[in-house]
């Protein structure tokens, strides 16, 4: 292993501090009365990013029946919403800069509910032994995410001026703590392959391009909401993810594989998102 994976997730925690911050100063009311005017839409999406996408992964590892580990670790990213990069990864997209984030914070608060609802069906369709609690959940979801979303949010109604100054500035600097992140997974990428194969990439990849279709599906005929509710359904958070592995003492081969799909659902993202542009580039 080139780099240390206690390294990158120190680096993550930082990087995933600065960009929430970098967002939290984007929010003000409009982001509510948005989700207010499209709460069909905003239920049907976060049904799509809960429901449909972590049964597909059921079909998936039943399907296939992969090593047990690896299932494990491809089950745990898919029932685990709410990446902290997914609302700037919407916003990329070209979602609706006032419903993307509304979609993004109730995605994140029903986490605390969802996910060990998730874990207790998964454990009764594998017998997988994996526990949860809401509170473990609300931990991570907290400091990790809501804590900069509310700084940043308090700083734009106390200071609107100086938070919009500020937000382009931490925005570019989340872009390349994220850039940097990213090149620091690639390269312990050939210890993740050695340690439990393509599979987990390949499906992490594969399950990426289906949930931004499932998403962009839910949003029905909103051409403004689509690219946030792809992103949203697309979206799986390690974070969570990895969480539960630890509370349950997994191997680390579960935690290779977790690891696996996420580099597989990043390079899905990155292709979406260049076909977005090139697809705006043309339209103009």
Known sequence: ?????????????????????????????????????????????????????????????????????VAAGI???????????????????????????????????????????SVEILDWIFAAEFKVTPLDIGRQVFFAQLLPLMLGAGLRAWRPALAERL???LGRIGNLLLLVLG????????WIVR?????????????????LVVGAAFAWRDPEVRPAAAVAAAMRNPGLALLIATLNRASPTVIAAVI????????????YLQWRKRFYARRQ
Do not use: C, K, N
């Not at 996408?53 to 047990?68: D, H, M, N, S, Y």
């Open 195 to 211: 340690q439990i194969g393509w599979l987990p990439s390949v499906a992490g990849f594969a399950m990426t391009i289906v949930a």
């Open 183 to 190: 090149v620091m997974a690639l390269a312990d990428a050939p």
């Open 1 to 69: 292993m080139l780099i240390p994976l206690q390294w990158i997730g120190l680096f993550s925690v930082a990087t995933v501090f600065v960009v929430m911050l970098a967002l939290g100063l984007m929010l003000g009311r409009e982001q509510i009365a948005a989700a207010l005017q499209r709460r069909v839409v905003l239920v049907a999406v976060i049904f799509a990013v809960v429901v449909p996408i972590p049964a597909i992964a059921v079909l998936v590892v039943q399907t296939f029946e992969p090593e047990r580990a």
């Open 167 to 169: 937000e382009p500035r």
């Open 75 to 117: 089950l745990l990213m898919a029932i685990s919403p709410g990446a902290p990069v997914a609302l700037r990864r919407a916003l990329d997209a070209g979602g609706d800069r006032r419903f993307a984030p509304a979609l993004h914070l109730a995605i994140v608060l029903l986490a605390v509910l969802t996910v060990p609802a």
């Open 260 to 271: 696996g799909y996420a580099l597989g659902l990043a390079v899905a993202i990155v292709v």
